[in-house]
């Protein structure tokens, strides 16, 4: 089962006993975009159409045709103030429009090392994806949203703070996700055991709670901390060894928020 739809048609899945599928971006042939670059840091290529427009990360572009025009907004007041304070992405928005008769092309890059994921969006539309983890929405057919977690507990360990995000629309957006990338459909009532940082995305139907990891030595020595996030199905998730978060602690610098706001959206 391709989860994310005919784009991914020809993606190479390598299976673990685990049950997780490592996971790696094939475009079918004709798709829209291409995906080129090192494990470390991809490049996303789009032909625009005439009349089409994509909506990014501002500081992603790496280049572009000249006849597209850029613009920038915040989407309105009330999707601005989700993204920055809510989502932890930036308060505004970078667009593209095609306003010739002609195909155009742009590049989007990854704003950390990672890799890129397409999803599309109407066969999963109010998926949940984590802090930092937005580049690209193809179209204007699209919106992010928040929803509370469950719990006290699960607000303050689970991961993703107050609220978690959430991305509608009936068209393809992008996700960058760092390190290695895998994916699992889980079952009815199935649990997935993940640390906190590595959640990348997950389906609407997964339910997020909290476990604790251990005892004393466990949490203070064993790296795990006093709890991990607990996935649930049905649905798929999908996890990255190499979070934001994550990559900022091992270089050393600080852990807030991305460069549109530091709320108490979902944390990467």
Not at 28 to 55: C, F, K, R
Request: glycine share 14%; aromatic share 6%.
């Amino acid at each position: 089962m391709n989860f994310m739809g005919q784009p991914l048609a020809a993606a190479r899945d390598v299976n673990l006993h685990s049950g997780l599928k490592v996971w790696s971006s094939a475009p079918a042939p004709n798709s829209q975009y291409t995906i080129i670059g090192s494990e470390y840091s991809q490049v996303l290529e789009l032909d625009i159409h005439a009349g089409e427009s994509i909506s990014c990360e501002p500081g992603s572009m790496t280049y572009m045709s000249p006849g597209l025009m850029p613009d920038v907004d915040v989407g309105g007041c009330e999707q601005g103030l989700k993204r920055c304070c809510c989502a932890g992405e930036n308060l505004f928005r970078l667009h593209f429009l095609n306003e010739t008769e002609e195909t155009q092309q742009v590049g989007l890059a990854t704003t950390f090392p990672a890799k890129i994921v397409p999803i599309d969006l109407s066969k999963y539309d109010g998926m949940v994806f984590n802090r930092g983890a937005f580049l690209a929405a193809l179209g204007s057919d699209w919106s992010v949203d928040i929803k509370r977690v469950r719990s006290v507990g699960t607000c303050c360990c689970g991961g993703q703070g107050l609220f978690m995000n959430t991305l509608h629309g009936s068209g393809m957006v992008f996700l960058q996700a760092g390190g290695t990338v895998m994916r699992k459909d889980l079952e009815e009532g199935e649990e997935l055991v993940v640390e906190q940082s590595a959640v990348l995305a997950f389906e609407r139907t997964v339910e997020l709670d909290i476990r604790k990891t251990g005892g004393f030595l466990v949490c203070c020595c064993g790296g795990m901390g006093l709890f991990n996030a607990v996935l649930t199905g049905p649905g798929f998730v999908m996890i990255h060894s190499m979070g934001l978060q994550k990559l900022r602690s091992s270089l050393g610098a600080p852990s807030g928020g991305s460069a549109g706001g530091s709320g108490g959206g979902a944390a990467e």
